[in-house]
């Protein structure tokens, strides 16, 4: 259990800096468009978590460190939603009316790409982020890992430091996500 506490902590770490660097990157798109950094207003952007998940240990601590990172650091406009994963029609109206207040719409997880699919074609001048799941649809950008790759590494490492030469591992639900993570 220590060494996946560990694994936890920094692939937190990792992820948050991810997350870090692509709303710099964003940021820097921002402000090479505009003819000076004074007239640029704070990008405003909304991350819609696909439940009530931060705090929970999840991958959903690491999004919330980026974000609130990038609004430390960047200055962006931030509001955090918790969307409601077994209600994706209560989901879908969280998501319609961030679209409002937002130029820039972040979601994770395997149950935000339903009802983002059905919400972005709708508003073509907002650009979406969804993590986790891969949609081809214009203003969405899809961020996806190789999670077995890193998977891999992980229980190589483990195996090495394994004093009885066996480890395990516990997926939780059956979602392509973990799958992958299993099959590492």
């Known amino acids: 259990m220590k060494n ?16 870090i660097c692509g709303c710099e990157a964003i940021q820097d798109v921002i402000l090479t468009e505009s003819p000076s950094e004074t007239d640029v207003a704070p990008l405003r952007v909304t991350m819609v978590y696909p439940s009530d998940c931060v705090g929970s240990a999840a991958y959903c601590d690491a999004f919330h460190i980026g974000v609130k990172a990038a609004e430390e650091k960047l200055g962006i406009t931030l509001i955090e939603v918790n ?3 077994n209600d994706p029609i209560a989901t879908e109206m969280l998501l319609r009316d961030a ?3 937002s130029e820039l719409v972040l979601t994770a997880g395997y149950q935000m790409g339903d009802v983002l699919a059905r919400v972005a074609p709708e508003f073509p001048d907002v650009k979406f982020a969804i993590f986790d799941v891969v949609l081809d649809i214009p203003n969405v950008a899809s961020v996806n890992y190789k999670s077995n790759e890193g998977s891999f590494l ?18 939780g639900v ?3 996500l973990l799958r992958e993570f299993e099959a590492g």
């Open 99 to 101: 679209v409002q207040n």
């Open 154 to 171: 992980v229980g190589a490492i483990a195996a090495l430091k394994s004093e009885s030469g066996k480890i395990g591992y516990i997926g």
């Open 174 to 176: 059956d979602v392509p």
């Open 83 to 85: 969307g409601m994963e």
């Open 4 to 19: 996946f506490s560990i694994f936890s902590k920094y692939f937190f770490i990792a992820f948050g800096l991810l997350l």
